[in-house]
């Protein structure tokens, strides 16, 4: 018992001063960098709203009814049990209304489907616990685990506060790079169990399942990095293989790119295939180098 | 006990009688029917992954 | 609800039944195990569904332990995987169907007029397959590997990793499919074939209505689950590849077959729900309820369209438009024939004369705080919305909604209005009270940041996160420890009313207008009830 308010205790003193990068109490989605996010996002609150319409309604009458028709106040029952022409007009006004969600939504969701005219694939395998990203026809590949100081925080009793490690559980060692304005048309695989891809700031989310290749596009209209996790349960540390995304204006990306072939091709040379250490290792002396 | 309730027990417990073999009978054919979806589902599976 | 008058000539006079059974029940243990008595099994499922609420429950509250604060304190990952897949398994077979079973077989025999259920010796062997399945599942958390931890869900290829215990798991899923499809079976027959004459169908309870399309629908989907989980056994231990890209099969295949039982499974889990809550709101409005007939026929919509919407939960595993937007259709138009239903109880409260005895504020909070899932259920749909939703804590939170001030709410309510018809006993109406006032705050406490959560883009499944979702998660965490806690006075009012307390009338609500033909009996009725068939008008 005292554990657990040593842990309350503790846990509301580290509320207070956050600083983490996110805001905290978060209420709603975010509206994210993408068209498609932000057409999401709309489609989220316009049935947000319609809901909350509805709700108004019908917890209104509930309400007036535990209020007004009180049996200890004297109310007296009424006796009718039945009207087909309710029936009707609660059947019809709702299936109105589902139509007008309806169509935002299949537009939206046409938008989603259409794979045409990307000018960057990258081909993404979800590993039990990490991510590999391929850059087709461009001679760069490497993984991108969970960085250093959060895996070393989010060990059983670790005694690291999570607080004080900069994006905690959202951080790896080598991010997936992309550049700003560009439609990135996203290969998506696993090679064990199934995993899935999600960026919220793109609003993409799409299962990554062995021996099978799933695609999602984005084209992110905003440089930064944005952040994200893995989406289908996938084993112990399902929890720990987030994804990281560098939006970069074109020019860096180009630079970016040119550095990440450069350093691939003396180990391409010396490894037929995609040697996991080697490749990681290099990559990331280099982008320490930097 | 009046005739008349008398009756109505026998009539009463042949019902019942009457019901329950009924029931049985129902209750075999939603058995063979709950049998007859798992081993459809199980083809379908085989046929799918084929 | 239309019988209007009801003969009570078969009102159980024992002297009848002294011909039949003048030894009464048997005594001891043999009573238990042998039972073939209605009553005494839906009390045996009752009691087993209450201590499996209690387990499930506990294992909720690791989980909630755990994440009351970003890093990892408590146990280890695999370990809190294991928590959530067996809370799932446990909540959804051990403790939510089998009282809605125990519930059937208590109340439907007394409601259609019937002596006992139609096939009572199967009866028996369905309740008992479960406790012994349930403690072969629990034991899997002390074989080497521990419990299976691949979600309840069990997609493959994940499933298979899980060692000892997948077999046991699957082992225990087929005795539970077996159960529920011999009771689904049972009481489909009973209600068919042995109602009291007069008691056309038209004019049965509607929870009785109810639960025989939930019947209906676990003898169509339990078989279902049981071919898929047959179909990962035999991949694992023969060679199959039913569900692996290597060997000509496919893992989504497993998901579509398992949400095709997974979709009906949750309008099971709901519908004698809907059936309790429309026979409480009459009752405490003294105002019969409102569109009997669209209430039956909205139930048989939901029913229906149960079994064409399952892919919505597999929106982002990589389908075509045409898929998507088909399910994306129909799940939307579920909303109709549900919200006919709220609308309809909200008409019957609507101008009735309202009190508030405990069952009456299970069914009101049942009425706002499902509706509330039914909301985020319909946002789930939104295909496109959903990408940002999917297995993350808004689809936790809906489904929580739905199944614990929806599902669970409805039995509380339904256990508080029949209780002392069973016992005899009324209860303490002041600590039911307390039990509702806590429960339904700490339930919102509980579940609603977890929209919040969701929305923020917390995934579901995960036993630490990153410190922007800690207050939250905070908040959702006390909620948890204050309504498990409440839930011991459940237990308690529960196991006072079997001791003693209050005789309670034949009609129990005496202030109220109970319908029915279970008010016409004793409290609690004799062991033997409508030997002779009452007179339904």
């Excluded at chain 1, 947000?48 to 319409?53: E, G």
């Excluded at chain 2, 009756?7 to 029917?33: E, F, H, N």
């Excluded at chain 3, 125990?102 to 109340?107: D, H, Q």
Aim: hydrophobic content about 50%; aromatic content about 14%; glycine content about 8%.
């Amino acid at each position: 018992m005292s554990k657990i308010l040593k842990y309350a205790a503790g846990g509301i003193a580290a509320c207070l001063p956050v600083t983490a990068a996110f805001a905290a109490w978060q209420l709603n989605m975010t509206k994210g960098v993408t068209e498609l996010s932000r057409d999401i996002h709309g489609l989220h609150m316009l049935v947000f709203w319609i809901c909350v319409i509805i709700a108004m309604a019908v917890f209104g009458m509930m309400i007036y009814s535990i209020v007004k028709f009180r049996h200890s106040q004297g109310a007296v029952a009424a006796n009718f049990d039945h009207s087909t022409k309710a029936e009707v007009i609660w059947t019809i006004i709702p299936i109105a209304i589902l139509v007008g969600m309806a169509v935002p939504a299949a537009e939206t969701l046409i938008k989603i489907e259409d794979m045409r005219d990307s000018q960057l694939s990258i081909k993404v395998t979800g590993y039990q616990w990490k991510w590999h990203y391929e850059y087709l026809d461009k001679n760069v590949a490497f993984f991108s685990t969970l960085a250093r100081d959060s895996d070393a925080a989010r060990q059983l009793g670790s005694g690291i506060d999570p607080f004080k490690v900069p994006n905690y559980l959202l951080e790896v060692d080598h991010p997936l790079v992309v550049p700003v304005g560009a439609k990135v048309r996203i290969l998506l695989t696993a090679s064990d169990v199934i995993h899935a891809w999600w960026v919220p700031a793109f609003g993409m989310k799409k299962d990554a399942i062995p021996g099978f290749v799933n695609e999602l596009w984005f084209r992110a209209d905003e440089p930064g990095t944005y952040r994200g996790q893995c989406a289908e349960l996938c084993g112990r540390d399902h929890g720990f293989m987030p994804i990281v995304v560098v939006v970069k204006p074109q020019a860096e990306y180009d630079a970016w790119l040119k550095s990440q072939q450069d350093a691939a091709k003396p180990a391409a040379a010396t490894a037929a295939t995609l040697d996991v250490n080697k490749n990681d290792e290099a990559a990331t002396l280099l982008a320490r180098a930097e | 006990m009046s005739e008349g309730s008398e009756r109505a027990i026998m009539v009463a417990v042949v019902t019942q009688a009457d019901r329950k073999r009924a029931a049985r009978r129902t209750a075999l054919l939603l058995a063979c029917v709950a049998i007859g979806i798992y081993v459809a589902f199980i083809v379908s599976g085989i046929l799918k992954s084929r | 609800m239309r019988t209007s008058t009801i003969n009570h000539a078969g009102h159980g006079h024992d002297s009848h039944a002294a011909d039949h059974d003048d030894h009464g029940p048997a005594k001891g243990w043999r009573r238990w195990v042998y039972a073939t008595n209605h009553k005494d099994i839906g009390t045996m499922y009752l009691l087993f569904s209450l201590l499996m609420f209690f387990i499930g429950g506990s294992m909720a509250m690791v989980i909630r332990a755990e994440l009351f604060q970003p890093g990892l304190q408590l146990v280890d990952p695999g370990f809190f995987n294991t928590m959530t897949t067996m809370h799932a398994l446990i909540m959804i077979f051990g403790a939510v169907m089998p009282a809605f079973v125990g519930l059937a077989n208590w109340m439907v025999p007394l409601q259609v007029g019937a002596p006992d259920m139609a096939l009572p010796r199967m009866n028996n062997f369905s309740f008992w397959i479960l406790p012994f399945a349930f403690t072969m599942l629990l034991s899997t958390l002390f074989v080497p590997g521990g419990g299976p931890s691949g979600g309840w869900t069990m997609y493959p290829p994940l499933v298979l990793q899980n060692g000892t215990s997948f077999p046991m798991l699957i082992f225990a899923v087929h005795l539970m499919g077996a159960s529920s499809i011999m009771g689904a079976i049972n009481v489909v027959v009973t209600i068919m074939n042995m109602r009291a004459p007069g008691m056309s169908l038209l004019k049965m309870p509607l929870f009785v209505w109810t639960w025989l399309i939930t019947a209906y629908l676990l003898v169509a989907v339990m078989p279902v689950l049981a071919g898929a989980v047959t179909m990962l056994l035999t991949d694992h231990y023969f060679h199959t590849s039913f569900f692996q890209a290597a060997g000509g099969g496919d893992p989504v295949m497993f998901q579509h077959i398992f949400w095709f039982f997974g979709h009906p499974e949750v309008y099971i889990m709901i519908l004698p729900a809907f059936g309790i809550v429309s026979e409480i709101i009459p009752t405490f409005s003294r105002k019969p309820l409102f569109g009997y007939d669209a209430m039956v026929y909205a139930t048989a919509s939901i029913a229906f369209l149960s079994f064409i919407v399952w892919a919505h939960h597999m929106f982002t595993v990589g389908m075509p438009l045409a898929g998507q937007l088909f399910f994306m259709l129909a799940t939307m138009l579920i909303s109709v024939p549900t919200g006919v239903k709220v609308f309809n109880w909200t008409a019957t409260m609507f101008k009735g004369s309202l009190s508030f005895e405990p069952p009456m504020l299970f069914a009101l909070s049942f009425l706002f705080l499902f509706t509330i899932g039914g909301f985020s259920g319909l946002m789930l749909a939104m295909v496109p919305a959903d990408f940002q939703y999917h297995d993350t804590y808004f689809v936790v939170a809906h489904f929580h909604y739905v199944l614990v001030p929806g599902a669970v709410f409805g039995i509380m309510a339904g256990v508080y209005y029949w209780l002392p018809k069973w016992t005899g006993h009324m209860y303490s109406m002041k600590l039911a009270n307390w039990h509702f006032w806590m429960s339904t705050i700490f339930v919102n406490v509980l579940f609603f940041p977890q929209h919040f959560l969701g929305l923020a883009g917390m995934p579901r499944r995960i036993p630490d996160y990153s410190t922007q979702f800690a207050d939250w998660n905070m908040i959702s965490s006390i909620g948890a420890f204050g309504f498990g806690l409440s839930q011991l006075l459940f237990a308690y009012i529960i196991l006072s009313s079997i001791r003693g307390g209050v005789k309670a009338t034949d009609k129990v609500w005496d202030g109220a207008t109970p319908h029915g033909l279970e008010w016409t009996l004793s409290s609690p009725p004799p062991y033997h009830s409508f030997e002779i068939a009452p007179d339904v008008k």
